[in-house]
């Protein structure tokens, strides 16, 4: 099994910025890919961006191109989701999601909530 832990959330103005931080623990070593989802009062969950756990192959949603950034530190475990130009509509409880190798399923954290002012 593998456990996730997000953190980082909080309340920031519009334009600004935040640093999301999801730490795994457990089979680690069995982690294919990282991602970000986000969710939303009412809406479906979302994906917002994926990393390979290796490193260097990376997916965005259109909505997040060129302000969002997804990042690993494999020696810490942790994946990162580094949040510029803030919107209001990227306002939701941000999930982190590991997949496994060899059919190995999936893991969600509890998810942090972000709140952009505007």
């Known amino acids: 099994q593998v456990q996730l832990v997000e953190s980082g959330g909080g309340l920031v103005q519009a334009g600004g910025s935040l640093r999301l931080s999801c730490a795994a623990s457990g089979r680690t070593f069995s982690i294919y890919t990282m991602a970000w989802f986000r969710q939303a009062p009412g809406k479906e969950r979302a994906f917002v961006a994926a990393?390979?756990?290796?490193?260097?192959?990376?997916s965005y949603a259109d909505s997040v191109k060129g302000r969002f950034t997804i990042s690993t530190d494999n020696a810490k475990n942790t994946v990162f989701l580094q949040m510029n130009s803030l919107k209001p509509e990227d306002s939701a409880v941000y999930y982190c999601k590991a997949d496994m190798s060899n059919l190995g399923g999936n893991y969600w954290g509890q998810g942090t909530q972000v709140t952009v002012s505007s």
């Open positions: 990393i390979r756990w290796s490193g260097g192959s990376t």
